[in-house]
């Protein structure tokens, strides 16, 4: 069965200085990875997916399949960067005919950047 | 553009009492919709997914239910709270493999 585990529940850095959230994946099939983010009194929503390979808010994420990982990094951060952050796996699949996407979500990291 | 609403916000119960929570999307036809839990210490954990009407599948055991009487509207149930049911409840939709969040309910049961 696939997993997703983000082994920091908290993380705390001090503004400027880099950040990087580890996510590894357990999954046979091929990967596809996203982050979402949860900024405090808002909805959670996707910071960015590995497909694009972009930069998000000063945010990137590498898939490296061989260490199955997908850790987001930025280099330096900010405090508008305090945020729970969830690393997901889609697992696509089908049901009556109609293919649908299944997200399957580590446990989240709390991300406090101080001033 | 798409929205997605649930309702309540927030909602005490009792043990034993029933539920129901509504979650409605507007700006989309046929969506997949989703149910989520966010329980502290455990992350978002899939409990149901619809990819129509009618059409439920449920991803863990448990206490709760899921019916999608219409289109765009998604609805999670328990005939009888158990106090393990306290979390933060998501309703999602996807578009392009991206999932789109409401803004969640919060259930405590006491």
């Known amino acids: 069965a696939q997993r997703v585990t983000q082994p920091e529940k908290l993380l705390s850095v001090f503004k400027g200085a880099p950040v990087e959230l580890k996510c590894n994946y357990s999954?046979?099939?091929?990967?596809?990875l996203f982050w979402y983010v949860q900024y405090s009194r808002q909805r959670l929503q996707l910071l960015l997916r590995?497909?694009s390979r972009e930069s998000i808010k000063g945010f990137t994420a590498d898939l490296n399949k061989g260490e199955t990982s997908f850790h987001l990094k930025k280099p330096f951060a900010q405090e508008e960067d305090s945020a729970m952050y969830y690393c997901?796996?889609?697992?696509?699949?089908?049901?009556?005919?109609?293919?649908?996407?299944?997200?399957?979500f580590g446990q989240g990291t709390i991300l406090t950047v101080h001033p | 553009s798409q929205t997605i609403h649930q309702w309540p916000a927030t909602l005490v119960q009792p043990v034993g009492s029933p539920l129901s929570l509504e979650c409605t999307v507007e700006?989309?036809?046929?969506?997949?919709l989703y149910w989520y839990r966010q329980a502290a210490g455990r992350g978002l954990q899939l409990l149901f997914y619809?990819?129509?009407?009618?059409?439920i599948s449920s991803e863990v055991p448990q206490n709760l239910s899921a019916s999608r009487p219409q289109d765009r509207q998604f609805i999670l149930s328990s005939k009888k709270l158990l106090l393990s049911d306290s979390g933060f409840y998501l309703c999602?939709?996807?578009?392009?493999?991206?999932?789109?969040f409401g803004p969640g309910t919060r259930l405590t049961v006491l």
């Open positions: 999602a939709w996807n578009r392009d493999n991206e999932q789109f």
């Open positions: 999954y046979s099939g091929s990967p596809e």
């Open positions: 590995h497909i």
């Open positions: 997901a796996l889609l697992i696509r699949a089908n049901a009556g005919g109609t293919s649908y996407g299944k997200l399957t």
């Open positions: 700006g989309t036809s046929n969506p997949n």
């Open positions: 619809s990819v129509g009407i009618g059409q």
